[in-house]
Nanobody
Framework: QRQVMEFGGGSVQAGGSLRLSCTVSGFRFDRSWMGWFRQSPGKEREGVSCISRSGGESYYSDSVKGRFTISRDNVGSTLYLQMTNLQPEDTATYYC?????????????????WGQGTQVTVSS
């Protein structure tokens, strides 16, 4: 059974840091681009960052560029998102996704397999 699980969400004050993790089972992790997305209440899900199979390419939304870093460990089948200088507008449920069907990697419809999400709350 294919499964994606996110870990590491929590509550921090503005300026703080968090690291999210995502594990994948039942799926060839190292053969797939992967992405992080987020969604706030009343807003559409948006792309945060994505990374190629080898980790050699990565992309970020303008809103997180310079503050977030995506990485992956293909041996441990784990995806990471290091988030620094968090701001209240980063508050959202963060999702990990894989199994792309084609398209731009920062667009949610590109991916078929999703986790349940982990909540990140940033207070001012």
């Amino acid at each position: 059974q294919r499964q994606v699980m996110e870990f590491g969400g929590g509550s921090v004050q503005a300026g703080g840091s968090l690291r999210l993790s995502c594990t994948v089972s039942g799926f060839r992790f190292d053969r797939s681009w992967m992405g992080w997305f987020r969604q706030s209440p009343g807003k559409e899900r948006e792309g945060v960052s994505c990374i190629s199979r080898s980790g050699g390419e990565s992309y970020y939304s303008d809103s997180v560029k310079g503050r977030f870093t995506i990485s992956r460990d293909n041996v441990g089948s784990t995806l990471y998102l290091q988030m620094t200088n968090l701001q209240p507008e980063d508050t959202a449920t963060y999702y990990c996704a894989t199994d792309p069907r084609g398209g731009k990697c920062l667009e949610p419809h590109t991916f078929n397999l999703w986790g349940q999400g982990t909540q990140v709350t940033v207070s001012s």
